[in-house]
């Protein structure tokens, strides 16, 4: 617990459930809010943009297209409040279950990733949960939201956001570490019975592939490099007719004690 703070960001206008929910959490969990690893926010409504009679992209009825939008800007604030309280930021909702080592996991991920660039990386392949962001990005993807908020819902314009600054695919990490546990969304109470069916209760099977130099004599199909068959992404290497003889290395950039080694096919 020393090694994170969680930040509750309560989004709703509705000032007398706000005090509500502030004074259940207080009680079950004083001792982390005085330690300070624990802070609940609220953004006043004047705080918000114009949320009526905005675009209806994708020919959205209004209600939804205020949804998504207020969705949004509740992220960017949320965001911009936690952009200097950490390394990292992960993003999760209240109806997440989370598998025993997540931490741990994602600790193993960051350090195997040390010296390479990424902006997000995804322990869940559900909407916004468990993706990680360097705080550095924080500010920028606050105000990034809000620019577009009326434009579409927050999952596209992450992927927009990450695109934009040089990462053109998802980096997916498996098993998942988070799942949905909810029956019901936000918007109108519809039903949400959405489930990350790669998710495992003890997910600390997620590769750490320390840094190598890889290199092959087969010849590689179209963009299916050598460096595919090692990434923790769902990509793979692709060889036009290997044979007998032919090989794929990897050679660690610094010597490393070796627990497991796994060949997916």
Avoid at 56 to 84: E, G, H, I, M, T
């Amino acid at each position: 617990l020393k090694e994170i703070a969680v930040v509750v960001h309560l989004a709703e206008f509705d000032l007398s459930w706000c005090e509500s929910i502030v004074q259940d959490i207080s009680r079950k969990f004083s001792h982390h809010i005085i330690a300070g690893r624990l802070a609940i926010i609220h953004t006043p409504v004047q705080f918000y943009p114009v949320l009526e009679g905005l675009k209806r992209n994708y020919n959205d009825p209004d209600a939804r297209v205020k949804f998504r939008s207020k969705q949004n800007v509740d992220y960017a604030y949320l965001l911009n409040f936690c952009a200097n309280l950490s390394d990292y930021y992960l993003m999760l909702e209240d109806d997440v279950r989370c598998s025993k080592n997540f931490l741990t996991a994602i600790k193993k991920v960051i350090n195997s990733r040390k010296g390479s660039n990424w902006v997000t990386l995804e322990f869940s392949k559900l909407g916004y949960i468990g993706k990680l962001y360097h705080t550095y990005d924080l500010s920028r993807l606050a105000h990034f939201l809000l620019m577009f908020y009326q434009e579409m819902p927050c999952d596209w314009l992450l992927i927009h956001f990450r695109s934009l600054l040089a990462q053109k695919e998802a980096i997916r990490f498996k098993p998942s570490l988070f799942q949905h546990m909810g029956y019901y969304s936000s918007y109108k109470g519809a039903e949400n019975k959405l489930k990350d069916d790669d998710f495992e209760e003890d997910s600390f099977d997620i590769p750490d592939n320390p840094s190598s130099i890889l290199n092959t004599n087969m010849n590689v199909f179209e963009n299916y490099d050598v460096h595919k068959a090692y990434s923790s992404t769902e990509e793979y290497f692709w060889a036009k007719a290997p044979s007998s003889g032919d090989f794929y290395h990897i050679v660690f950039e610094k010597p490393i004690k070796i627990s497991k080694i796994k060949v997916c096919t």
